[in-house]
């Protein structure tokens, strides 16, 4: 296939080929009367068919009730419709005036929601309550009050296997959404599936980036939770491999709302929601600062100057500026506040249905200076040309501006430091703004070059950080589809779709000088950077699909799918520095140019799907898929992914001898087995790529190097899955599914793989190697306690198992990495069969009260004496001996030494089970409704602790330390070691900072009001409902940092999970107002 | 009608399934993609200037190295201490608390110059075959340079590290061997001596201009990593018939007056071996900013203060000219003059070549070789050649072969100050006949350790193997097939 254009241009020559020519025209005139009172009646529907029940042309009545038509065919057949009367065909026989009486319905139309259509996938064609594969669907009519702003938010503790953590709770900055456990290394993000588009990911640019941070691709889509209809999770391979090379990491399909025949809807929902942080860890003020800080210098020195900084010496010039005694915590946080609003337009006729939609979200965050505003706009038409071939057409566009403070990149690291994190370091004593000697306020931040902590590049001041920075990223996200679907025959139809997206990405960073303490040479003195992404997919599809009518025990359909995508990817930074001044702010405008770069990805991906399925009896249930993908990611020889899965179910509550079970209603047994591939990430990753290098050339000689290993070998890693699972309804009221399942994926995709430097490179781009297991368990339960017409009240519950293993390494993998040990660090370790995310550490055993209690002890507690009979001194590596006041380990081989032979397993941070429960409870007009999410059995470090524990250099800690070592012999229980500035190992990595994680927190609580029926049509409204959520005020955990919900990441087998000072997602109360017309 | 439009849909319908599956032949085509940026490999090995190219891309990154081949060089040495914003990698080694996590330990820099070198040698003997402007002539032109870079690299690794993977190679694909182990030096030595030998006919002495002749690899520049190797492996005799052989090439030394343009403006008539560069082609040489006086970085010792102060040693024209007694900035890299007052202009200092080799250290090297084998009048007359081309006195040496050597050691710690050679020459005085004086070099790499730790530090240094460094914790991560140097491996960084 040349290009999808081909098929686009198709597409309307065939739509060409359908317009018959136009022949002689009659003119028809008449009006239209109700049948009863005489009335004429405006807005009357007239349409002209032909034989085909084509739709020839149309009109309506005018405010006279009167029509002109000018009709086709003088034999053509003429409609009249109007909602609440009953519609009229008439047959035309050369008749040029016909004027019409319609009765009205017998009936009074109730508000109704038809749900009759066909509820099946977008691509498999299988009934919803056919589907033999692990699938859960997920309807959003009943969410619409959460404060929810996204359907990650939305979809928290609802179903089983579904882990979903917020990523930060800064505004914008998305979840992690994980299906069954990671089964990919680094980003393991299923698919998203918006009305049958696969949505496009954003490609952070990767020149920084090697992994993007989890942030920069946290919000993929930029949907209207009201837009969402359902959203539905495809767990298993058979069921996500549909879709190809892309899920099989999972899939969400989400469908939105489309228009419904009848009178036109409008709908109006107004929320306002207050956030609210949850307390901070408590940090000393200025005083006990000043005050730790001497003990730290006494105790690491002895006698020694004190800095002039912590002197409180009122000579020092600086005197007023580091007396303060600074929140620095509480001064970057603030109350956010969310405002949205959403307005719909609904409706259709014969011919044509609408939906439309506009949101507007405005989301002022909890730390300064973070916002974003979103603006979403929907529109999903269908047109029915004939009754053979209808077209549709879906429209969305976003546009979204998120406003963050600028990150400081860490030397030699990938890690940026934002303000919250400096504000738990910085010294409390420092002033936000700057005094003169006098003790009068300058008007300035107090920034300095060099302060008591160190540079001021360093240790910036995140007030001026927050308020004068920038850090903003602009983000126009448009997608359209347009499908049109043609009944070639009642058993045979045939689909064309083709979609277009769009995402453009700006980002501006800027760094003003007076945020920061730094000399005026510094290169990061008003530092530009500009950042621009494209991404365009075009994805064309053609489905075939067979649904031939056979006897009634069976039933059979199939499909032919083909499938093109093309992804391209464009980015481009420029990075100015020096600046002129704080108002330049565009690095194009001829400042000195730090870095410069662009580059173009472009991928090709094809794919063939086949899929059958049959029914016996409507007992017996079999889908059979078989997917092949081409990616233009693989070379030539390992270019195919052939990707089969099959999937059966029994439905054995309508087997004869199960019918007299009365209580068993519709349950069955499914089985799926399938297989399911991904590709590397990046489009040119297989290629040696010559380029040259920075000097270009050597002398005057130009200068071309090999710049990557060409990856001859790279192929589709391999996912299979097998699932196993039970779906039982008793009495109609009480829904059960259980599921076991197990999913190994094979040829394991490394990014960035280490391998010898002695190569001439440092990393092959990809590498195939190694093998990941995910075994767990799952059970869901639902059940309606009480139905009744004015109550019901219904529950659900739901718990969820998986265990994450590597079983295979690559060849030449080395599984211990950072065995250097040292304050704040953690020895890693992969072992084969364990799950990833253990880590292993010393065993913190309290402090030593003093001098002479400081001993090294055998295995039956005894002192341990050297050969000549003298006591062994307890210590560190061998170089420094452990005092009074120190932190006390574990000497695990009692050789009166700590080193890296006293290192033990501490846990693991995988969770055992994670899961949720909930319900609601309505009573007439008012309902209540809650959901609860928990994660159980994990632990995790406490970066946060480890940095404001320690008490061995200038950063600022917790009020936690005020409880510490002072004196020879103190010995009181729960006491910190001694502050003792650059301990060599007081702050080792050991499970002193290991805690449980595990928690149990209210996702939202909703209590909702409508209006009733008669009283909504006195004031002349559809409905009207009134809404109070609550989300996140109840968390109950052992966990004693902020927030223990720490997103998983593996991106090497030695991850593990730490808090790092995240802003913690706030809790939240919304008032939503929602008015129908 | 009915039955034409159904026949008109059915056309319809079998167009559609045909586009559908036509592609299938033509999708090859549509799912290779070649990135826009650069080319890939099957587009570049295609003509000789790619050949040349990637070539010159080896000379550059060897030249890039320069900062650390000075390091190397003279970071355990007596001539350089470290001052206050000195990294703490090197401020370590100086130490002598070397781990194998100092990042000084990272040799990757290196393979890439023997990764470029790797490639060069397999492509030009195949491109040969299809390029009709790519003469034999040139081809073994660029053998031999590719030949000399990853000998002079791998010349390096040794002396560094003594043990390291010799890979001869290009890591082109997915399927090479990457997890090496270690070769004996040994081996290694004589490998490249070989090959070396065996492109010493083929290289150009003319490349048309001076800083090519001086910047790319040249008989006399070949030759003289040849004897380098040799006096290394203690080969004296043919240590000598290669200097012969460079002594014919017409190399001359530079008059006493004239001794700093060796190093400013360089490529003087001395000169053998410089990596080139130049501020105007964007070729900046970093060294300068090390040893610049207000970074702080590194400065003389009191040893070379000693050695080449005119107050006490009367070297009128190396001691100004190597640095400047009152503060003890390395001049070298950063003066105009050797009048320790007239500063390069920032662009000259980063136009400042890295002197490999020079016609001086080659003629040591000869009266090393020559002393070693007895003939103690010939080394006089090599070594009173050098000392009165910068007016100073003729040596007067004891007739013994220990005295020689240390008047030779002294000569070339004064004649070749902060050329990044004097931790070597101590290596090979302290290998020579059976470690008989590793005691002089232990002296001289605790000289610098704080006085609590010399003692252990040097009964830990007569194993010899200490006195090479570590092989990075990173890399041993990488290659579980290499073994650490036994000297260290008790060390980890626990």
């Given at each position: 296939?040349?290009?999808?254009?081909?098929?686009?241009?198709?597409?309307?020559?065939?739509?060409?080929?359908?317009?018959?020519?136009?022949?002689?025209?009659?003119?028809?005139?008449?009006?239209?009367?109700?049948?009863?009172?005489?009335?004429?009646?405006?807005?009357?529907?007239?349409i002209?068919?032909?034989?085909?029940?084509?739709?020839?042309?149309?009109?309506?009545?005018?405010?006279?009730g009167?029509?002109?038509?000018?009709?086709?065919?003088?034999?053509?057949?003429?409609?009249?419709?109007?909602?609440?009367?009953?519609?009229?065909?008439?047959a035309?026989?050369?008749?040029?005036?016909?004027?019409?009486l319609?009765?009205?319905?017998?009936?009074?139309?109730?508000?109704?929601?038809?749900?009759?259509?066909?509820?099946?996938?977008?691509?498999?064609?299988?009934?919803?309550?056919?589907?033999?594969s692990?699938?859960?669907?997920?309807?959003?009519?009943?969410?619409?009050?959460?404060?929810?702003?996204?359907?990650?938010?939305?979809?928290?503790?609802?179903?089983?296997g579904?882990?979903?953590?917020?990523?930060?709770?800064?505004p914008?900055?998305?979840?992690?959404?994980?299906?069954?456990?990671?089964?990919?290394?680094?980003?393991?993000?299923?698919?998203?599936v918006?009305?049958?588009?696969?949505?496009?990911?954003v490609?952070?640019q990767?020149?920084?980036?090697?992994?993007?941070?989890?942030?920069?691709?946290g919000?993929?889509?930029?949907?209207?939770?009201?837009d969402?209809?359902?959203?539905?999770?495809?767990?298993?391979?058979?069921?996500?491999?549909?879709?190809g090379?892309?899920?099989?990491?999972?899939?969400?399909?989400?469908?939105?709302?489309?228009?419904?025949?009848?009178?036109?809807k409008?709908?109006?929902?107004?929320?306002?929601?207050w956030?609210?942080?949850?307390?901070?860890?408590?940090?000393?003020?200025?005083?006990?600062?000043?005050m730790?800080?001497?003990?730290?210098?006494?105790?690491?020195?002895?006698?020694?100057?004190?800095?002039q900084?912590?002197?409180?010496?009122?000579?020092?010039?600086?005197?007023?500026?580091?007396?303060?005694?600074?929140?620095?915590?509480?001064?970057?946080?603030?109350?956010?506040?969310?405002?949205e609003?959403?307005?719909?337009?609904?409706?259709?006729?014969?011919?044509?249905?609408?939906y439309?939609?506009?949101?507007?979200?405005?989301?002022?965050?909890?730390?300064?200076?973070t916002?974003?505003?979103?603006?979403?706009?929907?529109?999903?038409?269908?047109?029915?040309?004939s009754?053979?071939?209808?077209?549709?057409?879906?429209f969305?566009?976003?546009?979204?501006?998120?406003?963050?403070?600028?990150?400081?990149?860490?030397?030699?690291?990938?890690?940026?430091?934002?303000?919250?994190?400096?504000?738990?370091?910085?010294?409390?004593?420092?002033?936000?703004?700057?005094?003169?000697?006098?003790?009068?306020?300058?008007?300035?931040?107090?920034?300095?070059?060099?302060?008591?902590?160190?540079?001021?590049?360093?240790?910036?001041?995140?007030?001026?950080v927050?308020?004068?920075?920038?850090?903003?990223?602009?983000?126009?996200?448009?997608?359209?589809?347009?499908?049109?679907?043609?009944?070639?025959?009642?058993?045979?139809?045939?689909?064309q779709?083709?979609?277009?997206?769009?995402?453009?990405?700006?980002?501006?960073?800027?760094?003003?000088?007076?945020?920061?303490?730094?000399?005026?040479?510094n290169?990061?003195?008003?530092?530009?950077?500009?950042?621009?992404?494209?991404?365009?997919?075009?994805?064309?599809?053609?489905?075939?699909?067979?649904?031939?009518?056979?006897?009634?025990?069976?039933?059979?359909?199939?499909?032919?799918?083909?499938e093109t995508?093309?992804?391209?990817?464009?980015?481009?930074?420029?990075?100015?520095?020096?600046?002129?001044?704080?108002?330049?702010?565009?690095?194009?405008?001829?400042?000195?140019?730090?870095?410069?770069?662009?580059?173009?990805?472009?991928?090709?991906?094809?794919?063939?799907?086949?899929?059958?399925?049959?029914k016996?009896?409507?007992?017996?249930?079999?889908?059979?898929?078989?997917?092949a993908?081409a990616?233009?990611?693989?070379?030539s020889?390992?270019?195919?992914?052939?990707?089969?899965?099959?999937?059966?179910?029994?439905?054995?509550?309508?087997?004869?001898?199960?019918?007299?079970?009365?209580?068993?209603?519709?349950?069955?047994?499914?089985?799926?087995?399938?297989?399911?591939?991904?590709?590397p990430?990046?489009?040119?990753?297989?290629?040696?790529?010559?380029?040259?290098?920075?000097?270009?050339?050597y002398?005057?000689?130009p200068?071309?190097?090999?710049?990557?290993?060409?990856?001859?070998?790279?192929?589709?890693?391999?996912?299979?899955?097998?699932?196993?699972?039970?779906?039982?309804s008793l009495?109609?009221?009480?829904?059960?599914?259980?599921?076991?399942?197990?999913?190994?994926?094979?040829?394991?995709?490394?990014?960035?793989?280490?391998?010898?430097?002695?190569s001439?490179?440092?990393?092959?781009?990809?590498?195939?190697?190694?093998?990941?297991?995910?075994?767990?368990?799952?059970l869901?339960?639902?059940?309606?306690?009480?139905?009744?017409?004015?109550?019901?009240?219904?529950l659900?519950?739901?718990?969820?198992?998986?265990?994450?293993?590597?079983?295979?390494?690559p060849?030449?993998?080395?599984?211990?990495?950072?065995?250097?040990?040292?304050?704040?660090?953690?020895?890693?370790?992969?072992?084969?069969?364990?799950?990833?995310?253990?880590?292993?550490?010393?065993?913190?055993?309290?402090?030593?009260?003093?001098d002479?209690?400081?001993?090294?002890?055998?295995?039956?507690?005894?002192?341990?004496?050297?050969?000549?009979?003298?006591?062994?001194?307890?210590?560190?590596?061998?170089?420094?001996?452990?005092?009074?006041?120190?932190?006390?380990?574990?000497?695990?081989?009692?050789?009166?030494?700590?080193?890296?032979?006293?290192?033990?397993?501490?846990?693991?941070?995988?969770?055992?089970?994670?899961?949720?429960?909930g319900?609601?409870?309505?009573?007439?007009?008012?309902?209540?409704?809650?959901?609860?999410?928990?994660?159980?059995g994990?632990?995790?470090?406490?970066?946060?602790?480890?940095?404001?524990?320690?008490?061995?250099?200038?950063?600022n800690?917790?009020?936690?330390?005020?409880?510490?070592?002072?004196?020879?012999?103190?010995?009181?229980?729960?006491?910190?070691?001694?502050?003792?500035?650059?301990?060599?190992?007081?702050?080792?990595?050991?499970?002193?900072?290991?805690?449980?994680?595990?928690?149990?927190?209210?996702?939202?609580?909703?209590?909702?009001?409508?209006?009733?029926?008669n009283?909504?049509?006195?004031?002349?409204v559809?409905?009207?409902?009134?809404?109070?959520?609550?989300r996140?005020?109840?968390?109950?955990?052992?966990?004693?940092?902020?927030?223990?919900?720490?997103?998983?990441?593996?991106?090497n087998?030695?991850?593990?999970?730490?808090?790092?000072?995240?802003?913690?997602?706030p809790?939240?109360?919304?008032?939503?107002?929602?008015?129908?017309? | 009608?009915?039955?034409?439009?159904?026949?008109?849909?059915?056309?319809?319908?079998?167009?559609?399934?045909?586009?559908?599956?036509l592609?299938?032949?033509?999708?090859?085509?549509?799912?290779?993609?070649?990135?826009?940026?650069?080319?890939?490999?099957?587009?570049?090995?295609?003509?000789?200037?790619?050949?040349?190219?990637?070539?010159?891309?080896?000379?550059?990154?060897?030249?890039?190295?320069?900062?650390?081949?000075?390091?190397?060089?003279?970071?355990?040495?007596d001539?350089?201490?470290?001052?206050?914003?000195?990294?703490?990698?090197?401020?370590?080694?100086?130490?002598?608390?070397?781990?194998?996590?100092?990042?000084?330990?990272?040799?990757?820099?290196?393979?890439?110059?023997?990764?470029?070198?790797?490639?060069?040698?397999?492509?030009?003997?195949?491109?040969?075959?299809?390029?009709?402007?790519?003469?034999?002539?040139?081809?073994?032109?660029?053998?031999?340079?590719?030949?000399?870079?990853?000998?002079?690299?791998?010349?390096?690794?040794?002396?560094?590290?003594?043990?390291?993977?010799?890979?001869?190679?290009?890591?082109e694909?997915?399927?090479?061997?990457?997890?090496?182990?270690?070769?004996?030096?040994?081996?290694?030595l004589?490998?490249?001596?070989?090959?070396?030998n065996?492109?010493?006919?083929?290289?150009?002495?003319?490349?048309?201009?001076?800083?090519?002749?001086?910047?790319?690899?040249?008989?006399?520049?070949?030759?003289?990593?040849?004897?380098?190797?040799?006096?290394?492996?203690?080969?004296?005799?043919?240590?000598?018939?290669?200097?012969?052989?460079?002594?014919?090439?017409?190399?001359l030394?530079?008059?006493?007056?004239?001794?700093?343009?060796?190093?400013?403006?360089g490529?003087?008539?001395?000169?053998i071996?410089?990596?080139?560069?130049?501020?105007?082609?964007?070729?900046?040489?970093?060294?300068?900013?090390?040893?610049?006086?207000?970074?702080?970085?590194?400065?003389?010792?009191?040893?070379?203060?000693?050695?080449?102060?005119?107050?006490?040693?009367?070297?009128?024209?190396?001691?100004?000219?190597?640095?400047?007694?009152?503060?003890?900035?390395?001049?070298?890299?950063?003066?105009?003059?050797?009048?320790?007052?007239?500063?390069?202009?920032?662009s000259?200092?980063?136009?400042?070549?890295?002197?490999?080799?020079r016609?001086?250290?080659?003629?040591?090297?000869?009266?090393?070789?020559?002393?070693?084998?007895?003939?103690?009048?010939?080394?006089?007359?090599?070594?009173?050649?050098?000392?009165?081309?910068?007016?100073?006195?003729?040596?007067?040496?004891?007739?013994?072969?220990?005295?020689?050597?240390?008047?030779?050691?002294?000569?070339?710690?004064?004649?070749?100050?902060?050329?990044?050679?004097?931790?070597?020459?101590?290596?090979?005085?302290?290998?020579?006949n059976n470690y008989?004086?590793?005691?002089?070099?232990?002296?001289i790499?605790?000289e610098?350790?704080?006085?609590?730790?010399?003692?252990?530090?040097?009964?830990?240094?007569?194993?010899?193997?200490?006195?090479?460094?570590p092989?990075?914790?990173?890399?041993?991560?990488?290659?579980s097939?290499?073994?650490?140097?036994?000297?260290?491996?008790?060390?980890?960084t626990?």
């Open positions: 296939m040349k290009s999808g254009l081909k098929i686009v241009a198709l597409t309307f020559l065939v739509l060409i080929s359908i317009d018959l020519c136009a022949q002689d025209g009659v003119v028809l005139r008449g009006s239209v009367q109700d049948a009863e009172t005489g009335e004429l009646i405006i807005g009357v529907n007239v002209e068919y032909d034989q085909d029940k084509r739709i020839i042309t149309g009109t309506i009545t005018d405010p006279n009167n029509y002109v038509l000018n009709v086709t065919n003088p034999d053509a057949i003429i409609m009249f419709s109007f909602i609440g009367y009953k519609a009229q065909e008439i035309l026989e050369g008749q040029t005036s016909l004027n019409v319609l009765s009205a319905e017998s009936y009074e139309l109730e508000e109704i929601t038809v749900t009759a259509e066909a509820n099946t996938d977008p691509l498999s064609n299988v009934a919803q309550r056919d589907v033999a692990s699938r859960v669907k997920i309807d959003m009519v009943d969410s619409k009050h959460m404060g929810a702003v996204s359907a990650e938010e939305a979809l928290a503790g609802k179903v089983t579904l882990d979903i953590m917020s990523f930060s709770g800064d914008g900055s998305g979840s992690s959404i994980v299906i069954r456990g990671l089964g990919s290394l680094g980003n393991a993000r299923p698919l998203i918006v009305d049958g588009i696969p949505q496009s990911v490609i952070s990767d020149f920084d980036l090697g992994s993007a941070d989890q942030e920069d691709i919000d993929l889509v930029n949907i209207a939770p009201q969402i209809k359902s959203i539905e999770v495809l767990k298993d391979a058979a069921s996500g491999a549909v879709w090379s892309k899920g099989a990491d999972g899939v969400l399909l989400i469908e939105t709302f489309r228009g419904s025949r009848g009178k036109t409008f709908d109006y929902q107004g929320k306002y929601t956030n609210k942080q949850p307390p901070p860890v408590p940090m000393l003020n200025g005083n006990e600062y000043i730790m800080q001497l003990e730290e210098w006494h105790n690491a020195k002895g006698i020694y100057d004190v800095p900084e912590i002197a409180f010496d009122p000579d020092y010039i600086d005197f007023y500026n580091y007396t303060a005694n600074t929140d620095w915590v509480d001064a970057i946080s603030r109350d956010g506040f969310i405002n609003q959403f307005f719909k337009l609904s409706g259709g006729g014969e011919k044509t249905r609408y439309a939609s506009l949101n507007t979200h405005n989301n002022k965050g909890t730390t300064i200076n916002s974003l505003k979103r603006v979403t706009t929907r529109v999903n038409l269908d047109y029915n040309v009754r053979k071939i209808r077209f549709s057409v879906n969305s566009y976003s546009n979204s501006n998120k406003e963050d403070n600028y990150q400081f990149r860490v030397e030699g690291t990938k890690q940026r430091t934002n303000i919250r994190e400096m504000a738990y370091q910085k010294a409390p004593n420092m002033s936000i703004w700057e005094y003169d000697f006098k003790g009068d306020l300058t008007g300035e931040y107090f920034n300095p070059v060099e302060s008591y902590q160190g540079s001021g590049l360093q240790y910036f001041n995140p007030v001026a927050g308020n004068l920075s920038q850090n903003d990223v602009i983000e126009n996200r448009i997608s359209n589809s347009f499908t049109l679907t043609y009944n070639i025959a009642p058993w045979l139809n045939f689909i779709m083709v979609s277009m997206q769009y995402v453009g990405q700006k980002k501006n960073e800027f760094l003003p000088y007076n945020a920061v303490g730094s000399d005026w040479l290169e990061l003195n008003n530092f530009q950077l500009e950042q621009n992404n494209t991404n365009t997919e075009i994805i064309t599809r053609s489905q075939l699909r067979f649904i031939p009518r056979m006897s009634e025990n069976h039933t059979l359909s199939g499909m032919l799918m083909f995508d093309q992804i391209n990817f464009e980015w481009s930074t420029l990075q100015g520095m020096s600046g002129p001044s704080t108002e330049v702010r565009d690095p194009a405008a001829n400042t000195p140019i730090k870095w410069l770069g662009s580059g173009t990805q472009e991928t090709h991906i094809l794919g063939l799907l086949v899929n059958l399925n049959y016996f009896k409507d007992k017996y249930i079999t889908q059979l898929n078989f997917r993908d990616s233009s990611r693989f070379g020889n390992n270019r195919w992914g052939m990707f089969p899965s099959a999937s059966f179910a029994w439905r054995f509550s309508e087997e004869p001898w199960m019918t007299n079970l009365t209580f068993l209603t519709e349950s069955k047994l499914r089985f799926s087995y399938g297989q399911a591939g991904k590709q990430r990046r489009a040119y990753d297989r290629h040696a790529i010559f380029n040259t290098t920075n000097p270009s050339q002398i005057l000689r200068i071309v190097v090999p710049l990557q290993v060409q990856l001859a070998n790279l192929k589709w890693q391999t996912l299979t899955q097998a699932n196993l699972g039970i779906d039982i009495f109609n009221r009480i829904d059960i599914t259980a599921e076991v399942y197990s999913k190994k994926t094979e040829d394991l995709l490394w990014s960035n793989y280490k391998i010898p430097k002695s001439g490179f440092t990393t092959l781009k990809q590498y195939n190697g190694g093998e990941l297991l995910n075994e767990g368990w799952e869901d339960l639902s059940a309606f306690v009480i139905r009744k017409r004015e109550t019901t009240l219904w659900n519950f739901n718990i969820s198992h998986n265990v994450n293993s590597f079983v295979a390494f060849e030449n993998f080395n599984n211990e990495v950072d065995l250097s040990i040292g304050n704040g660090q953690f020895p890693r370790r992969a072992d084969l069969g364990e799950p990833v995310g253990s880590f292993y550490g010393f065993k913190y055993l309290g402090v030593w009260p003093s002479d209690d400081v001993v090294a002890t055998n295995e039956n507690g005894e002192v341990l004496l050297d050969v000549n009979g003298n006591p062994v001194p307890l210590s560190y590596k061998g170089t420094y001996l452990f005092q009074g006041g120190d932190a006390r380990y574990a000497d695990i081989n009692h050789d009166g030494q700590i080193d890296l032979q006293d290192v033990v397993y501490l846990g693991d941070s995988n969770p055992d089970f994670i899961g949720g429960f319900g609601n409870f309505r009573w007439k007009d008012i309902s209540v409704s809650t959901q609860w999410q928990y994660r159980l994990y632990v995790v470090v406490n970066e946060v602790a480890l940095n404001t524990e320690g008490m061995l250099n200038k950063n800690q917790s009020k936690a330390v005020l409880h510490r070592w002072r004196a020879q012999g103190q010995d009181e229980p729960g006491m910190l070691p001694r502050a003792y500035l650059n301990h060599p190992a007081n702050n080792l990595g050991s499970d002193r900072y290991v805690e449980r994680g595990d928690y149990l927190r209210m996702v939202n609580l909703t209590v909702a009001y409508g209006l009733p029926k009283i909504c049509q006195k004031f002349r559809r409905s009207l409902d009134v809404a109070v959520t609550m996140r005020i109840f968390t109950f955990t052992y966990y004693t940092g902020q927030d223990p919900e720490i997103s998983p990441n593996i991106e087998p030695f991850w593990f999970g730490t808090d790092k000072a995240k802003t913690p997602p809790k939240a109360f919304t008032l939503s107002i929602a008015l129908g017309f | 009608m009915t039955i034409k439009i159904f026949n008109m849909k059915c056309i319809r319908i079998l167009l559609f399934i045909i586009i559908c599956l592609p299938a032949s033509s999708c090859d085509d549509w799912l290779e993609l070649i990135p826009p940026d650069g080319l890939v490999r099957d587009e570049y090995w295609k003509s000789k200037e790619d050949i040349e190219a990637t070539l010159m891309g080896a000379y550059q990154s060897f030249a890039g190295l320069n900062g650390n081949l000075f390091l190397f060089g003279e970071m355990r040495a001539m350089i201490e470290s001052d206050q914003n000195t990294p703490n990698a090197q401020r370590s080694i100086m130490l002598g608390n070397i781990y194998p996590d100092n990042s000084m330990t990272d040799w990757s820099e290196f393979y890439t110059v023997i990764n470029y070198c790797n490639n060069v040698l397999k492509y030009a003997p195949e491109i040969i075959k299809f390029d009709q402007t790519f003469t034999e002539y040139q081809m073994r032109g660029f053998e031999a340079e590719a030949v000399f870079l990853r000998s002079l690299a791998y010349f390096y690794l040794v002396r560094i590290f003594k043990e390291v993977p010799l890979v001869l190679e290009p890591s694909q997915d399927d090479v061997q990457f997890y090496l182990p270690k070769s004996a030096d040994t081996t290694i004589r490998v490249i001596s070989e090959d070396l065996k492109v010493k006919l083929y290289v150009t002495d003319d490349y048309g201009s001076p800083e090519e002749n001086m910047g790319r690899a040249t008989k006399g520049a070949v030759l003289s990593l040849l004897a380098d190797i040799s006096l290394w492996n203690f080969d004296y005799q043919e240590c000598i018939d290669y200097i012969n052989e460079i002594e014919e090439i017409g190399y030394l530079m008059p006493g007056g004239k001794w700093f343009e060796v190093f400013y403006p490529n003087s008539l001395e000169g071996f410089e990596f080139q560069f130049d501020q105007g082609l964007g070729q900046n040489n970093a060294l300068w900013q090390k040893t610049y006086y207000t970074n702080r970085v590194i400065q003389a010792s009191k040893t070379a203060l000693d050695l080449l102060t005119p107050e006490t040693s009367s070297e009128i024209i190396r001691g100004p000219g190597s640095l400047r007694s009152y503060d003890g900035m390395i001049w070298k890299f950063c003066g105009a003059a050797s009048d320790g007052v007239t500063y390069r202009p920032s000259e200092r980063n136009s400042c070549n890295w002197v490999v080799y016609y001086a250290d080659v003629l040591l090297m000869k009266a090393e070789a020559l002393s070693q084998l007895g003939r103690f009048d010939e080394a006089l007359t090599v070594i009173n050649q050098i000392r009165s081309r910068v007016l100073m006195n003729a040596a007067e040496i004891p007739y013994t072969t220990e005295a020689f050597e240390d008047a030779i050691m002294e000569e070339r710690a004064t004649e070749l100050a902060f050329e990044g050679k004097r931790w070597f020459d101590l290596l090979r005085l302290g290998r020579r008989s004086r590793k005691s002089k070099l232990i002296e790499i605790i610098k350790v704080p006085s609590t730790q010399k003692l252990v530090l040097a009964s830990k240094l007569t194993d010899p193997f200490g006195w090479y460094l092989i990075q914790e990173n890399e041993l991560e990488r290659n097939n290499l073994v650490q140097n036994p000297y260290y491996a008790d060390y980890s626990d």
